[in-house]
């Protein structure tokens, strides 16, 4: 009886040693596999880094690539070496003009056309501002050579350049044919940007040489003072 009870406990002590070596051995198994899914991790950690450093260096490189393209074409308009298209990649559309037109007036500050006052919110109309006294509505094109201007502003934008560019020697039939308007809507809009360009060379702050985009704001008195 004794010895049976001996021999028991020498198979539970060793069944015992067994299992504790068992445990060991995976334990350390774990432990491994838990270093390598570490390791891991850690790896694409840092390649999750480093694909956000990427783009956010590309992203960065696209920002500066596309102003050095809205420059070199700036560039270009001033040098009087584009076409249509190209012009109208600085005003694509309506909104933009608009924009370009409100940024030129109203570079030096804002002055209500009716009363004066010097204080302004956005209005409804995009662009536009509204007198935070009187409430005159003032929009982008008032008070520049587009106001009341019958077809597109992109065009009417690079008419105003072209006669300019050309010094006013540029044919209204010509003008025309470049950006597909009738010829006597073509030799209207003409005359009035002639018209600028003469009462520009006259005053007192006029410079040989200066960006075309001045002769924008000449308008006549009557127009000046008109609303719309």
């Known amino acids: 009886m004794v010895e049976q009870l001996r021999e028991n ?3 539970k002590d060793q069944l015992n040693t067994e299992l504790e070596a068992l445990v ?3 334990t350390d198994e774990l432990s491994q596999q838990n270093a390598t899914i570490a390791a891991q991790n850690r790896e694409l950690l840092e390649r999750n880094s480093l694909l956000v450093l990427q783009s ?4 960065q490189l696209n920002r500066e690539l596309s102003r050095d393209l809205q420059a070199q074409t700036a560039a270009r308009i001033q040098a009087r070496a584009v076409d249509f298209g190209e012009f109208s990649q600085l005003s694509p559309d309506k909104d933009a003009c608009l924009r370009y037109l409100a940024d030129l007036k109203w570079a030096p500050g804002y002055r209500c056309r009716k009363c004066g006052h010097e204080k302004s919110c956005a209005a409804r109309e995009p662009h536009a501002r509204r007198c935070t006294r009187c409430r005159y509505v003032e929009s982008a094109t008032t008070g520049t050579l587009l106001q009341k201007c019958k077809f597109a502003a992109e065009k009417a934008l690079y008419a105003v350049f072209l006669v300019h560019a050309h010094r006013g020697h540029y044919a209204p039939a010509e003008l025309a044919r470049v950006l597909g308007l009738h010829p006597a809507t073509s030799w209207a809009f003409a005359q009035k940007v002639l018209a600028a360009l003469q009462r520009r060379q ?3 702050s006029y410079e040989e040489g ?4 001045h002769v924008l704001l000449e308008v006549e008195v009557e127009a000046r003072e008109a609303g719309g």
Do not use: N
Not at 210 to 213: D, G, L, N, Q, R
């Open 9 to 11: 406990q020498s198979l």
């Open 24 to 26: 060991a051995r995976r």
């Open 56 to 59: 956010a260096a590309i992203k």
């Open 202 to 204: 006259q005053a007192a």
């Open 210 to 213: 200066e960006p075309w985009a």
